[in-house]
Structures are given as structure tokens and as C-alpha cells.
């Protein structure tokens, strides 16, 4: 990991609190996250992993909670049934609709830091796996 992936390892775990806090709000509960660091940002992505990082696991969690909680029965299903969050990039994938894993209680996260502006499909793919789960 070179200086610029260290930086910006560093910038994410300085703006997670308030992260955290956005994809609360839209989940109208708080939810334990767990971040995966070891092997979140690969060598040469430093450059732009705090915006990858934004986009992908907060602005695309964010999004896909905002649908399932439009109404009382997504917010008591996503407050009584999901017990935590993990985000993690270790299986490389760079597809939204691959990224989500719903088991025992816990939202899987896992996506690499490509197709950054992706957003719609990785809220779509959240969207898609907690219907059926929750």
C-alpha cells in the first residue's frame, strides 16, 4: 500500500462517523457497520478511494434504504430484521447487482473500487435482495 492508499485510508475512517450517519438517517434506525480495511483499497486507487468509497458504500447504501424505507413497513422491517452492515473488497466484484448478500441479520457489502458512479445500480441490487430477504 503506497502513501496515497494510506492517505486515503485514512480520510475514510476520518469521515466515517458522519457517513455512518447519512445511511442511518435514510434506514431510520442505526444499524452497527463494520468496514473490512484490510484489502478495502488496492494499490494505485488512492488517488480516488474517498470518492469510491462515498459512492459506492454510502451514497448507493443510502439510496437503496431511502426506497425500502419509503413507508412504516420498510422502516420496521430494516430496524427489526438487519442486525449489521459489513463493507469489504475482497471478492473484487464491479457489478451492482453482484455486491449484496443478506445472511443470518447481516448486509454484505463487497464491491471493488470501479464503476464508481454506479449508484443506481448498486441501490437497485440493495433493493433487490432485501425485498426478498426482509
Excluded at 85 to 91: G, H, R
Aim: charged share 35%.
Amino acid at each position: 500500500m503506497g502513501l496515497a492508499e494510506k492517505r486515503a485510508l485514512e480520510e475514510i475512517k476520518k469521515n466515517m462517523p458522519n457517513w455512518e450517519k447519512r445511511i442511518h438517517a435514510a434506514a431510520h434506525t442505526t444499524l452497527p457497520i463494520e468496514v473490512k480495511w484490510e484489502g478495502l483499497i488496492k494499490d494505485e486507487t488512492g488517488e480516488y478511494a474517498v470518492e469510491a468509497f462515498e459512492k459506492i458504500f454510502v451514497t448507493s447504501v443510502e439510496k437503496g434504504f431511502k426506497e425500502i424505507c419509503q413507508d412504516q413497513i420498510g422502516k420496521e422491517a430494516v430496524a427489526k430484521d438487519i442486525k449489521s452492515i459489513v463493507m469489504k473488497n475482497e471478492k473484487d466484484i464491479k457489478y451492482g447487482e453482484y455486491w449484496v448478500e443478506f445472511k443470518d441479520g447481516v448486509l454484505i457489502l463487497d464491491h471493488s473500487a470501479v464503476n464508481i458512479d454506479s449508484i443506481d445500480d448498486r441501490a437497485h441490487g440493495l433493493v433487490k435482495v432485501l425485498s426478498k430477504a426482509l
